[in-house]
């Protein structure tokens, strides 16, 4: 390798992330089990769902994804040229000025909540509608205070300290988890629905205070200041617009499928929450994990344009297998066995196995664009580790303009020429968002082969792993119909099992070189 970053084991740091990444999820989805199981797909469901979007929105504007754009390239830079002083300057200023940003907007979200609701969830009136409102105002404060905790995740991820950052939003889940067990046998929905906004706040205050010891240890001398005249600040200054309009643009597009859940009749909105908190499992852990973990070590690459860019494509190749190999069998199973998945993770209490069924419809539809998403956050992520925020941007916007006209399309006009019930259009929303995803994934890969060479994943490759998995789906499909009806767990452990060790046994059969890889690390964290 030409360049003169060094060559890091991105494997191990990727397998960091993904373990962090996993356990926060898991406590993440048995959250949503117990908000499934206490509330259903009724209407307090469906208000405490749509009421957690509004504050997300600031978060995720000014939380990890701006942040791992904006700030850490710049700050990764600075520790790998040996400025320490000047990196942890940059953290203190980001860290005032987030401070500030954060403040003010979550004072202005709560006063323009009412108009608010009439944007994201216009099909919301009467006490569904109140409660919303109610909700969004108490989830505010919460949502500012881990914007703070992506900052302590930035810095943290600059450090190579993966596993802190991303496990700690388990102590958020745990405040929810502990809100519901404690009350929902004992109080109304609504009522438990205003408890677990209050518990959420308690848990976001939670996941920034088990981050800040190991933050101050790692930033000597650390000190917030408001200012914005170093070069370095500029830096992340001027990255951070495009990136914080690039995530509002793509926020919107979440929105906007709220919005049309809403008209979808009741349940629709909270069965949509449900599919993405499976559908966001692989992302994170597939997707996220990777590219999280290659960010810092991109961001590094020093030397001239053509050494760069081949360690770049080296980098980049690499991690688009690793997710692929994970991500595709990921996406078949949403597509065959989302029934299964479903009834295992929420089927209790008020959620019913029709309601299992109705969210399988919905998991099929997300897996349309399941690979393109994963893949595009890797591709993402190297744009950004060339400071280039522009490029990113503007696909985002043509992701989203596809995703608000093919998600009203496929919601409303097309159940109806179907002669379907119009509440199966959310499967439409999750179908139109994946194409979206994939125009804007051979947007990104195009632009950047021009500029730093040829990458991408190969045909014979793409083809084996989807090969594999079907293979593995019959098989799994082939034991679900010889085993019959069982119990929600007892059926997904049966059938899940066999998917996965098939798949292995073909993608190894077939001589995909990941599976020895993936085992390999196995092995040998079973032997450590």
Known sequence: MGASAPRERSGRAATLVATGILLSRIAGLVRQHFLARYLGLGDAADAFNA????????????????????????????????????????????????AVATSLLVVVGILVTP???????????????????????VLFPGAGLLVLSAWCL??????????????????????IIAALLWKGPRVGEFDLAVIAAWASVIGSAAQLVVQLPMVFTLLEHFRPVLETASANVRTVITNFGPVFVGRGVVQISGYIDSAIASLLGMGALAALTNAQALYMLPVSLFGMSVSAAELPAMSSATGGTAEVAEYLRARLDAGLRRIAFLVVPSAMAFLALGDVLAAALFQSGRF???????????????????????????????YYALRDTRTPLRYAVVRVLLTGVLGFLFAIPLPRLLGIDVRW???????????????????LRRTLNARIGRTGLSASLVSRLWLAAAVAAA???????????????VLAVLTLVPYGAVYFAVTAGLGVPEVRTVLGRVMRRTRA
């Open 475 to 489: 098989a799994a499909w082939g034991v679900r119909i010889l085993v019959g009806p069982r119990a929600s767990i």
């Open 115 to 137: 108009w608010l609701i009439w944007l994201i969830a216009p099909g919301f009136s009467g006490a569904k509608r109140e409660l919303t409102i109610t909700l969004v105002r």
């Open 51 to 98: 009421a957690f979007r509004i504050p997300n929105f600031l978060q995720n504007l000014f939380g990890e994804g701006v942040l791992s754009a904006s700030f850490i390239p710049v700050y990764a830079r600075l520790r790998a040229d040996g400025d320490d002083s000047a990196a942890t300057h940059v953290a203190g200023a980001v860290a005032a000025l987030l």
């Open 352 to 382: 019913t196995h029709e309601d299992s069924v109705y969210v399988w419809s919905i998991l099929a539809g997300s897996a349309v664009g399941l690979l393109a998403s994963t893949l595009g956050r890797l591709y993402s992520s190297t």
């Open 154 to 175: 930035g810095v943290l991820n600059s450090h190579r300290r993966f596993l802190l950052s991303y496990s700690a939003p388990i102590v958020w889940n745990v405040a």
């Open 425 to 443: 259009g959310a499967g439409g929303l999750t179908a139109s968002a994946g194409i979206s995803a994939w125009a804007e994934f051979t947007l």
